[in-house]
């Protein structure tokens, strides 16, 4: 049931000595859920995504992608298993969105059809010839999506988003999480940073909670999303909306009690 | 339903990049550009051999002849190199500002050649003297580029600003130490010395010399379009291509020997010489995109065009009695140009 493709032992990481960026995590990454990721900033989201990736590697402890040694995993092995978002890209040259989205396939046989399903997946095909660094902040979140699912297409076991919907607006950010839940609902495991405690609420089936480096909570959304675990770490006052008739809100999958939060400084 | 994981059996994975695939394929607008420098390459070189008269084909016409394509293919051989250099380095540094010149590469291979120079000046090298100034060419670009690389990394990645910034001050560095070898040389040699730093199309060379950088620049072409989708994956953050499955670090110093090599081929054939390793690049890839494998080959030929046309002009309108050096020719007419090009990006903040 419960099959981690990705397992963190004991992982620390930090740029200097005596400074950890991200201390003693620990942690499964169950296939087929969408894990968000929450917590203040510093708190060492992105990090903690980055060492998953295998761009920094553990000052101490150890990740494994699907049985393996993270490190010992081959670059194109990794790239069929794995795949990423990040908040924004660092294109300099003026690639065209059909460019960029084949990109995810640089290291896998080519895959015309993914290219096609996955363009029109992301609402691309008027953008196809546009150049990527001309586009909007929100359109160039939907290409790096579209080439991670172009990549993923396949073997793909993991992806990592790191805010993927920040820069969105509103129809966008649900067609987003939408094609993540089908992602996982394919047996990807989907993690994602985000910002957003509702967004997290509607759609997660896991939540980790980061403060300062730590994981200070992980597991069911049940368990994590409650104002008594939320409130001390992020330092606000916050209230889930009970006084609602409804009482909250529907997940995606359906399930009824999903919360809505409100959030105000404390007094 | 099951959108995301369709088919796809394991097939053998082939070597990254190394087949034009999908979207990387050439449009029909791309090889009509790629005939067109084409053309444009072939025309120059005509030119180059006819400008200046004919005489026959007798003695004096066959060694005229020879003279003139020797020159060409100096001149072919430095342009290409020099182009697809800039294109290399500007690829790795995610930075379409960045050429072998800026990044002191060709002062420091012109700076080795210098030291060679003023070392069998002094006498203490002689009888190793046959191999004395590629080799000095090749080893001061590379501990230039060497230097640079090394110390613009940053917790095991390269930080394209501070490399940047290292190139600049490498570069100074050794047009300082070139200074301070100019002024210790006699001035016979001091003459010579200073008109090769402009950057000058030298028959004194001699074929075997020019066969050798001709093979290496057209081996390190053929690599560098082999590397081409490596390089296009290799312009985004260091985190996404390696998400992509790309080595960055052995494609990095693949990359920086391949720049190395080249701009060590072109000083050692002419000198250092400006601008074509910015220009053309930027210029190319305004015809033709960003994606490196086509670039490379489009800016090959237009650095080859670049040289050879502003030696076609320097002998027709008679500059400095046609035998102006190429490289001054080339900063005044690629600095305004550079200028030009630029203009979107002037005044346009540091958003670009």
């Known amino acids: ?267 | 339903m099951d959108e995301t994981r369709t088919d796809v059996s394991p097939s053998p994975r082939p070597i990254p990049g190394a087949s034009l695939k999908g979207e990387g394929a050439a449009t029909r607008r791309d090889r009509v550009v790629l005939i067109a420098l084409g053309a444009l390459v072939l025309v120059v070189s005509v030119s180059r051999l006819w400008v200046g008269g004919w005489f026959g084909f007798g003695e004096l016409g066959r060694s005229v002849l020879e003279l003139r394509a020797l020159e060409l293919g100096m001149g072919l051989t430095v342009g290409a190199s020099l182009a697809v250099g800039g294109t290399l380095l500007q690829a790795l540094l995610r930075n379409p500002l960045a050429s072998p010149y800026l990044l002191g590469v060709s002062s420091g291979a012109a700076l080795g050649m210098m030291f060679n120079q003023w070392l069998l000046y002094i006498g203490a090298v002689g009888s190793i003297y046959i191999m004395g100034n590629q080799v000095a060419a090749v080893i001061g670009a590379m501990t230039s580029l060497g230097i640079v690389y090394v110390l613009s990394q940053k917790r095991g990645t390269i930080d394209p600003l501070g490399l940047l910034l290292v190139g600049v001050i490498v570069n100074a560095v050794n047009g300082a130490a070139i200074m301070f070898i100019n002024y210790l040389s006699p001035r016979g040699l001091r003459g010579d010395m200073a008109l090769w730093m402009m950057g000058y199309l030298d028959a004194n060379t001699g074929w075997w010399t020019l066969v050798l950088v001709m093979l290496l620049t057209l081996t390190a072409i053929c690599a560098a379009v082999w590397l081409g989708g490596a390089m296009d994956v290799a312009t985004f953050s260091d985190a996404e291509a390696h998400s992509m499955g790309l080595n960055l670090h052995r494609l990095r110093l693949g990359v920086f020997s391949l720049a190395g090599l080249l701009t060590a081929g072109s000083v050692l054939l002419a000198g250092p010489i400006g601008f074509i390793g910015l220009i053309c690049p930027h210029l190319v890839r305004m015809l033709l995109g960003p994606r490196h494998r086509l670039l490379v080959i489009g800016s090959a030929m237009a650095g080859a065009a670049l040289i050879v046309g502003a030696e076609v002009i320097i002998k027709l309108a008679d500059i400095g009695q046609g035998k102006m050096p190429v490289g001054a020719i080339m900063a005044i007419i690629g600095g305004p140009l550079f200028l030009w090009m630029l203009r979107p990006q002037l005044g346009r903040g540091g958003d670009a």
């Open chain 1, 1 to 267: 049931m419960n099959d981690a493709v990705m397992r963190l032992d004991e992982v620390s990481f930090g740029y200097h000595p005596g400074e950890p960026v991200v201390e003693r995590i620990t942690a499964d990454v169950p296939s087929g859920q969408l894990t968000a990721v929450i917590g203040p900033n510093a708190a060492g989201k992105t990090t903690l995504l980055k060492l998953m990736l295998g761009t920094l590697s553990p000052t101490r402890g150890a990740i494994s992608l699907n049985g393996k040694k993270l490190r010992s995993v081959a670059a194109g092995d990794r790239a069929a298993m794995m795949s990423y978002v990040p908040q924004r890209s660092s294109a300099n040259f003026a690639f065209t969105v059909e460019h960029v989205v084949a990109m995810g396939r640089f290291a896998l046989p080519w895959h015309g059809q993914a290219m096609t399903d996955v363009m029109a997946a992301c609402d691309l095909e008027k953008l196809r010839r546009k150049p990527f660094i001309e586009l909007s902040a929100g359109q160039q979140q939907r290409v790096l999506l579209a080439r991670a699912m172009c990549q993923a297409t396949g073997d793909g076991r993991v992806m990592l988003l790191d805010e993927p919907t920040s820069a969105m607006d509103l129809r966008h950010v649900h067609q987003t999480m939408d094609r993540l839940m089908r992602l996982r609902d394919a047996g990807l495991a989907v993690v994602v940073v985000m910002h957003d405690l509702n967004l997290a609420a509607r759609y997660a089936d896991a939540v980790w909670l980061m403060q300062e480096g730590r994981l200070v909570a992980a597991g069911s959304w049940r368990d994590v999303l409650k104002p008594a675990v939320l409130e001390p770490v992020y330092g606000v006052k916050i209230e889930e909306m009970q006084g609602r008739r409804d009482g909250g809100t529907e997940g995606r999958s359906g399930e009824p009690g999903r919360p809505v939060f409100d959030a105000r400084l404390a007094e």
